[in-house]
């Protein structure tokens, strides 16, 4: 392999940063999954495995890290999952981290799922857990020696965030590129001039003392509620044993990712003392949006906004949501739903008015879709503002209705006539985001 001298170049600056990182281990797989990944000590994973160099004569490869520079890692606290020592981040970055040898093997399982043969110096870690929940959350970045400036057109080292559903055989890797089925790889990643791929997600050359790294993605994956999975985190060489590739895992980023089960309802006091104001409490909407998560074992934070921007950046919540006093006759309420362990919220809207009558005559172009006439009466008009793919019709209990898929047109029509009068939810999917409007016939 002919290596470029860009890995070469350094400055003064990268050495003083680097020594913000330090890495601790070998750890017991059982601590690091669920004191490190998991971080939710009420998370029922079992059957705790990983393979580490360290079992093959080789460096231990897997440990956790801590950096206080985001600008190396941009997130404090992890674990590191290597083809090659796991300390080797430490200590001498211009060197080329390149160690283990070939009779350190591969896996099985990344060589069936990736189709690529001739794989070294696995390390991975591994746990079960029975989905209670409609969905996950990984989050990590991936650096490699084999960002080079010359490699990334030709080959690259492999990894893969498995999950197996032990109840049908089906195996999926979670790590593909945003929006598309390419797994993330130095080759579809990079912003090397002669393959440019993805250069979005590419964060740099020389930063962690690898050649380069991605930015950190946010994995999730969808689970059948009921089936087994098998998780498994797996990094390793391909082609021959050396030019190492790492995965830093953000701690506490696995776990349950927030899912709305039922749209929260509109809130309905009549003013019948005429005042302008009713006290509402907004927490009655948690336990639909819940559905039937356990939450003695699955946690999640509900926070209200009076706008969508306070709601996503999770500023000024109201500070007593059980006893709201509304401002206005009709009024917008953005709640968030967090899990406080991985950090990962959603926000969804609901209305709230002292006068049933003002429902359905809201606002209804928000940057996404415009539906009208509304109230409807035989036709609801949809326009999209960039291609609509999907629209679903839901009671206001949250029970689907209808859902038909639009092939690519940026306005569609839905039939109202076979619908009774009240309050309906319309859910917009389109290239730009999805939303949900009431609509009153
Ligand atoms: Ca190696
Ligand atoms: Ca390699």
């Given at each position: 392999?002919?290596?470029?001298?860009?890995?070469?170049?350094?400055?003064?600056?990268?050495?003083?940063?680097?020594?913000?990182?330090?890495?601790?281990?070998?750890?017991?797989?059982?601590?690091?999954?669920?004191?490190?990944?998991?971080?939710?000590?009420?998370?029922?994973?079992?059957?705790?495995?990983?393979?580490?160099?360290?079992?093959?004569?080789?460096?231990?490869?897997?440990s956790?890290?801590?950096?206080?520079?985001?600008?190396?890692?941009?997130?404090?606290?992890?674990?590191?999952?290597?083809?090659?020592?796991?300390?080797?981040?430490?200590?001498?970055?211009?060197?080329?981290?390149?160690?283990?040898?070939?009779s350190?093997?591969?896996?099985?399982?990344?060589?069936?799922?990736?189709?690529?043969?001739?794989?070294?110096?696995?390390?991975?870690?591994?746990?079960?857990?029975?989905?209670?929940?409609?969905?996950?959350?990984?989050?990590?970045?991936?650096?490699?020696?084999?960002?080079?400036?010359?490699?990334?057109?030709?080959?690259?080292?492999?990894?893969?965030?498995?999950?197996?559903?032990?109840?049908?055989?089906?195996?999926?890797?979670?790590?593909?590129?945003?929006?598309?089925?390419?797994?993330?790889?130095?080759?579809?990643?990079?912003?090397?001039?002669?393959?440019?791929?993805?250069?979005?997600?590419?964060?740099?050359?020389?930063?962690?003392?690898?050649?380069?790294?991605?930015?950190v993605?946010?994995?999730?994956?969808?689970?059948?509620?009921?089936?087994?999975?098998?998780?498994?985190?797996?990094?390793?060489?391909?082609n021959?044993?050396?030019?190492?590739?790492?995965?830093?895992?953000?701690?506490?980023?696995?776990?349950?990712?927030?899912v709305?089960?039922?749209?929260?309802?509109?809130?309905?006091?009549?003013?019948?003392?005429?005042?302008?104001y009713?006290?509402?409490?907004?927490?009655?909407?948690?336990?639909?949006?819940?559905?039937?998560?356990?939450?003695?074992?699955?946690?999640?934070?509900?926070?209200?906004?009076?706008?969508?921007?306070?709601?996503?950046?999770?500023v000024?919540?109201?500070?007593?949501?059980?006893?709201y006093?509304?401002?206005?006759?009709?009024?917008?309420i953005?709640?968030?739903?967090?899990?406080?362990?991985?950090?990962?919220?959603?926000?969804?809207?609901?209305?709230?008015?002292?006068?049933?009558?003002?429902?359905?005559?809201?606002?209804?172009?928000?940057?996404?879709?415009?539906?009208?006439?509304?109230?409807?009466?035989?036709?609801?008009?949809?326009?999209?503002l960039?291609?609509?793919?999907?629209?679903?019709?839901?009671?206001?209990?949250?029970?689907?209705?209808?859902?038909?898929?639009?092939?690519?047109?940026?306005?569609?029509t839905?039939?109202?006539?076979?619908?009774?009068?009240?309050?309906?939810?319309?859910?917009?999917?389109?290239?730009?985001?999805?939303?949900?409007?009431?609509?009153?016939?």
């Amino acid at each position: 392999m002919k290596r470029s001298l860009l890995l070469f170049i350094f400055s003064f600056g990268f050495y003083t940063s680097f020594a913000q990182i330090t890495v601790e281990g070998p750890i017991p797989a059982q601590v690091l999954i669920q004191n490190n990944l998991i971080g939710n000590p009420n998370f029922p994973a079992t059957n705790f495995g990983m393979m580490n160099g360290n079992q093959f004569s080789g460096p231990n490869s897997i440990s956790t890290f801590n950096c206080t520079d985001a600008n190396i890692v941009p997130f404090t606290d992890g674990v590191i999952l290597s083809n090659g020592a796991a300390n080797g981040i430490v200590g001498l970055p211009t060197t080329l981290i390149s160690t283990g040898g070939q009779s350190w093997p591969g896996d099985t399982e990344l060589s069936n799922l990736t189709g690529l043969t001739n794989l070294f110096n696995a390390s991975s870690l591994q746990f079960d857990f029975v989905a209670e929940v409609p969905a996950i959350s990984f989050d990590f970045m991936m650096a490699s020696e084999e960002y080079d400036g010359n490699s990334e057109c030709q080959w690259s080292d492999t990894f893969a965030f498995i999950i197996r559903n032990n109840t049908t055989g089906v195996s999926k890797n979670l790590a593909m590129v945003p929006g598309t089925t390419t797994p993330i790889s130095v080759t579809s990643v990079n912003d090397n001039t002669n393959c440019p791929a993805n250069t979005a997600y590419f964060a740099g050359y020389n930063s962690v003392g690898f050649g380069g790294q991605t930015v950190v993605f946010e994995l999730t994956g969808n689970l059948t509620i009921g089936d087994s999975y098998t998780v498994k985190i797996v990094v390793a060489d391909q082609n021959d044993a050396v030019w190492d590739s790492a995965l830093f895992v953000r701690n506490s980023s696995f776990g349950a990712y927030p899912v709305v089960d039922q749209e929260p309802m509109d809130l309905v006091i009549e003013d019948t003392d005429m005042n302008g104001y009713e006290i509402f409490d907004l927490t009655v909407n948690e336990a639909l949006m819940l559905g039937a998560i356990n939450t003695a074992v699955y946690t999640f934070d509900f926070n209200y906004y009076l706008t969508q921007a306070d709601a996503e950046a999770q500023v000024n919540p109201i500070a007593n949501p059980q006893a709201y006093q509304n401002t206005t006759d009709l009024e917008s309420i953005y709640v968030s739903m967090r899990n406080p362990y991985t950090g990962h919220s959603i926000t969804t809207e609901f209305m709230i008015t002292i006068d049933s009558d003002l429902l359905g005559v809201e606002e209804v172009d928000n940057g996404i879709a415009k539906l009208y006439p509304n109230p409807v009466t035989d036709v609801l008009h949809i326009d999209g503002l960039s291609n609509i793919q999907k629209v679903n019709i839901y009671a206001m209990n949250g029970q689907l209705l209808s859902s038909q898929n639009v092939q690519n047109s940026m306005s569609t029509t839905v039939d109202f006539s076979n619908h009774g009068s009240g309050l309906y939810l319309v859910n917009v999917v389109t290239d730009n985001g999805s939303t949900f409007r009431r609509v009153v016939k």
